[in-house]
């Protein structure tokens, strides 16, 4: 009886021991074909770099391997960061229309328009220390560049407004430092920041200096995403006029008195609280308080409601993108 127990036992075993074998064998073929399929199929390729290059027309010295280093990094991120990239090229067709004439007027570098995609990726973003718009603009910066900014009235979110504020900001900072790319910096990390670190290492330039992580990409980054903006089929984006975000036609109205019902007024100028919003984030809430009859600038698509259907998609507000930056204490 205990011998042909045993036996049974050593067959049952020796079978679920074949069965074990069997299965890992099958499961290593298919393992095997799994991957030759992806060493197949499947490629990323490293890129290309410039032999010249320059920002806001001045010369970036890529005979030095860091900076050539540093360069390929951001190039690499934006190129395989596809979604985030591939919507910066979206938007960049909407707004960059109004930003470029206002950097042209105030004689600031059209490069700079950039800085706004590093930034927000062009959106009316709120980081956690408060930056606000597509300039991330703190509320102190943002007064003493010209906004007003209160409870009900925050025009950081006025993508023309906050551009005008951001070029005042940047003129001062390189009319101090003589180089567009340490106005970039100061952007970033603040003039106090930089001037510690410019006395604490003798250099003055940008990439003579030795600057906290998110500083020292910062530059690189504004060029990475203007390579890969202005170039798209070299980074691989591929996409068609139509699938590019634009913005209506739109009609400016004059309000100059205080407004106790949003709603009523937006109808008033022939469209929908929602539209009215839209349009005109800077509104932070259904009413405004105007004692001293400041003339705002209202904008208003010329279809009226109905006519925003049609561009529904790129008129929501985004939500805020993943980024490496880290908002500044002074901008």
């Known amino acids: 009886m ?15 021991l074949s069965a074990i074998l069997m299965g890992s064998r099958e499961k290593t073929d298919d393992d095997r074909e799994h991957q030759e399929a992806f060493n197949r199929d499947y490629r990323v390729y490293s890129l290309n770099l410039p032999d010249n290059l320059t920002f806001a027309g001045e010369k970036v010295p890529l005979n030095d391997l860091d900076i050539l280093e540093r ?8 190129t395989y960061w596809q979604g985030n990239t591939l ?73 023309a407004k906050s551009t005008e504020a951001a070029c005042r900001y940047l003129k001062t900072a390189y009319a101090k430092y003589g180089t567009w790319a340490m106005a970039a910096a100061s952007y970033n990390m603040g003039i106090n920041g930089l001037e510690k670190q410019k006395g604490r290492q003798g250099q003055s330039g940008y990439y003579d200096l030795i600057l906290n992580s998110e500083t020292s990409r910062y530059v690189f980054r504004m ?26 036609p739109v009609r400016t109205v004059t309000l100059d008195s205080s407004v106790t019902d949003m709603v009523a007024y937006a109808d008033s100028v022939g469209v929908n609280y929602r539209v009215l919003k839209i349009f005109n984030p800077w509104m932070r809430e259904n009413f405004l308080k105007n004692p001293s009859k400041k003339a705002y600038k209202v904008i208003v698509p010329r279809e009226g409601y109905r006519g925003i259907e049609a561009h529904e998609a790129e008129m929501t507000p985004p939500m805020r993108p993943d980024s490496a930056s880290v908002p500044s204490p002074v901008k």
Do not use: C
């Not at 205990?2 to 679920?16: A, E, H, M, N, P």
């Not at 360069?71 to 934006?78: A, G, H, Q, S």
């Not at 890969?228 to 996409?239: C, D, M, R």
């Open 223 to 248: 060029i990475a995403m203007k390579l890969i903006i202005e170039n798209p089929k070299q980074y691989g984006f591929v996409f068609r006029e139509k699938d590019l975000y634009k913005m209506p």
């Open 71 to 78: 360069l390929d990094r951001e190039l690499l991120v934006n």
């Open 87 to 159: 919507l910066a090229h979206k938007r960049a067709h909407k707004w960059f229309p109004i930003i470029e004439p206002i950097l042209k007027k105030n004689g600031v570098p059209d490069d700079f328009k950039y800085l706004a995609v590093i930034e927000s990726n062009l959106s009316n973003t709120v980081s956690p220390s408060g930056a606000t718009g597509f300039w991330q603009l703190l509320e102190a910066a943002a007064k003493e560049n010209g906004l007003e900014v209160n409870e009900v009235v925050d025009e950081r979110y006025d993508v």
């Open 2 to 16: 205990r011998y042909g127990l045993s036996l049974i036992t050593v067959f049952i075993l020796g079978g679920w």
